[in-house]
Each structure stands twice: as structure tokens, then as C-alpha cells.
């Protein structure tokens, strides 16, 4: 059974950082593209950035280019997602999501086949 455990979630002041990391189990970590996700209340889940195995090529949701940075740590099954310059609007829970089949990043959540139970950040004005 795959796992995956995010943590590193909180409260920030708009402008703050924070990292989040995601733990993965149960499975080879390093051959299957990667994802984080986010939902507010009210709203659908959303595409906010992706990594492949290699973790040379990233994807960003335009929402967050220049202020969130993706990057995984093969060895330790971990991949973690750095947010800076963080904004009231960046308030959600955060996933992080794996692929079993393809070395493909999407922005499409059900693409993705195993999810974390969500972090919460919260970013206030």
C-alpha cells in the first residue's frame, strides 16, 4: 500500500514562507512524476505544481511561478514544495499526489492514483 504524509502546514503573515514536505511509502519513491495540489473552501482542487522522477523538470500553476519551488529527495522519498512571498490567496489544504504509471506530470487530479491527507496552510492578511 502506498502512503504518503504531508507535514510542515501552519499559519503565516502574508509575505512569509513556508515549507512543506511530503513523505512517501509502500513503493520504488523515484520513478513516477509528482504532484502538489491545493483547495480552498468552496472551491475544486487545483493544479499547483509538478516534479518527474528526475526532478529536473518542474511544472508550475502561473499562480505560483517565481514565489513556490518544487524539488525531491530520491534517497529519502520525500518531496517538498518551498513557498515564499505567500498571499492571503494562497490559503487551502495542500496534497501532494504520486503517479504509478507515468513519469508525466498533469494538472489533472485524477491522473494521480495515491494522495496525502492534506496540510493546512493559512496565510493572513
Known amino acids: 500500500q502506498v502512503q504518503l504524509v504531508e507535514s510542515g502546514g501552519g499559519l503565516v503573515q502574508a509575505g512569509g514562507s513556508l515549507r512543506l514536505s511530503c513523505a512517501v511509502s509502500g513503493r520504488t519513491f523515484s520513478s513516477y512524476a509528482m504532484g502538489w495540489f491545493r483547495q480552498a473552501p468552496g472551491k475544486e482542487r487545483e493544479f499547483v505544481v509538478g516534479?518527474?522522477?528526475?526532478?529536473?523538470?518542474?511544472y508550475y500553476a502561473d499562480s505560483v511561478k517565481g514565489r513556490f519551488t518544487i524539488s525531491r529527495d530520491n534517497a529519502k522519498n520525500t518531496v517538498y514544495l518551498q513557498m515564499n512571498s505567500l498571499k492571503p490567496e494562497d490559503t487551502a489544504v495542500y496534497f501532494c499526489?504520486?503517479?504509478?504509471?507515468?513519469?508525466?506530470?498533469?494538472?489533472?487530479?485524477?491522473?494521480?492514483?495515491?494522495w496525502g491527507q492534506g496540510t493546512q496552510v493559512t496565510v493572513s492578511s
Open positions: 499526489a504520486t503517479r504509478t504509471t507515468l513519469d508525466v506530470v498533469s494538472a489533472i487530479p485524477d491522473d494521480y492514483n495515491y
Open positions: 516534479i518527474r522522477w528526475s526532478g529536473y523538470s518542474t
